[in-house]
């Protein structure tokens, strides 16, 4: 019997991404959809919660600031390179988000706060018009 020797070549990059409605109903959805999406790439835990959180921020902030009636948002996660990147796109490149310094009464107007402290990194892209992306970036631990 002749035996084959067959060589998988597994992709060291994984990818996900999900057009989701500018609602708290799709910000909530992205924030379960990533989650189950870690869980299924064994994303670990310190990631996995950091990144929940990042996801939450951006997906709400795209909800709330980046609504366009009739457009959706995208949300994407990439793992590649030991790197865990989370992209949110909108279609409202007009509004930059940026850290403002918040009264401490203030019920919002954290979620960037957030977003800086837990992400190793985070920016803003433009376009393709009239789309903004803004996204952030984890460090996987060494395996």
């Known amino acids: 019997m002749n035996q084959q020797n067959v060589t998988q070549v597994q992709s060291r990059t994984r990818h996900f991404d999900a057009l989701l409605s500018p609602t708290p109903r799709g910000a909530r959805l992205a924030r379960l959809l990533a989650v189950a999406w870690m869980r299924d790439h064994e994303v670990p835990y310190g990631v996995t919660e950091a990144a929940t959180h ?3 921020e951006l997906a709400a ?5 980046g609504r366009v009636a009739g457009r959706s ?3 994407e996660l990439l793992s590649r390179g030991g790197v865990l990147r989370i992209e949110v796109t909108d279609t409202r490149a007009e509004d930059l988000p940026c850290v403002q310094p918040t009264p401490p009464e ?8 957030l977003v800086e402290a837990l992400a190793d990194r ?3 892209g433009l376009g393709p018009a009239p789309r903004k ?4 970036e984890i460090d996987l ?3």
């Open 133 to 136: 992306t803004v996204w952030a």
């Open 54 to 56: 990042v996801v939450a």
């Open 122 to 124: 985070w920016g803003v």
């Open 106 to 113: 203030s019920e919002s107007g954290r979620g960037l706060v």
């Open 141 to 143: 631990p060494a395996s």
């Open 73 to 75: 948002f995208r949300l």
């Open 61 to 65: 902030n795209a909800a709330t600031h």
